[in-house]
């Protein structure tokens, strides 16, 4: 996967290409990210990136020719990459949207800044728009950054040996299981003894149920949208039969205060 990223801050990117798993992508050549500035495409003695808006008002918008100069300069590098505009206005980043891009020999991330770019730009050289959520930044410098993130730790062999994106949060649609290190007890708080059971089967059956009533307790909205299998089934039932059976032993106690009681 190749990156180009066309800002007028190229250097907030110098920090991001050095650390982690981005250094480590690119040191084994997994990925290739390069940061243009859009101001070495601007004519002048100052090299103005920006100019007021036609029919007024505060704030200034990005010019299009030194954007598209700098668009047409990438897409010399990268024939085919596909171009993203980082905008609220676009559609909302997620994983499957990571999962997509992945697919892609390269991208070209369009950085905006002040009030945002000439709109003739985005109609005419801009694949996709897209946001990282709902509010407003200065810049799409940030959300740039959380793309390549997100779609350079999806390509194989950016994790290392034995750490799977594809066992992650959302790679099945659930959030990830409770996670523990040493010491064994900490300020009074055991560790779940199955954990330290060796038993793998038990382990896997205990890291599932985790999974699920995190999930189910912290972002319900996923659960409601996924397809279950047997075994997730089989979990949530027993929930549902244990916590029924604690609720009927109540009305044993004539507490008269179940829903429907005489
Ligand atoms: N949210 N997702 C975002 C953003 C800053 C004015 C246009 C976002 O992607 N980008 O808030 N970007 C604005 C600043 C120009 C981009």
């Known amino acids: 996967m190749n990156f180009i990223v066309l800002t007028i801050f190229p250097q907030m990117f110098d ?13 084994q050549h997994l ?22 808006p036609y029919g007024g008002g505060c704030g200034m918008v990005m010019k299009p020719e030194p954007l598209v100069g700098a668009l047409r300069a990438a897409q010399k590098k990268l024939p085919g990459a596909k171009t993203v505009l980082l905008t609220p206005q676009g559609r909302v980043f997620n994983q499957s949207t990571a999962r997509e891009f992945r697919e892609y020999d390269g991208l070209v991330l369009v950085c905006g800044r002040y009030e945002g770019v000439d709109e003739r730009v985005c109609q005419s050289v801009i694949d996709f728009e897209i946001s990282t959520g709902d509010y407003i930044l200065t810049g799409g410098e940030l959300p740039a950054m959380v793309i390549i993130d997100a779609v350079t730790r999806l390509i194989p062999g950016a994790l290392g040996a034995e750490d799977s994106a594809e066992k992650d949060s959302f790679s099945d649609g659930l959030l990830e299981h409770a996670q523990y290190t040493r010491p064994q007890e900490f300020e009074g708080q055991a560790v779940p003894s199955v954990l330290l059971s060796g038993n793998h089967q038990e382990i896997e ?18 659960l409601e949208d996924k397809r279950l299998n047997n075994q997730e089934i089989d979990i949530l039932s027993k ?16 507490t008269g205060s179940l829903p429907g009681a005489q």
């Open 15 to 27: 920090a991001f290409w050095d650390h982690g798993i981005i250094k480590r992508a690119i040191d």
């Open 31 to 52: 990925i290739t990210a390069t940061a243009l500035n859009i101001r070495d495409f601007a004519s002048g003695k100052h090299r103005v990136t920006d100019d007021r």
């Open 205 to 222: 059956k205990w890291r599932l149920e985790s999974s699920l009533i995190r999930t189910f307790l912290k972002r319900r909205d996923l």
């Open 239 to 254: 929930w549902c039969s244990d916590i029924d059976k604690i609720i009927r032993a109540q009305s044993s106690r004539g």
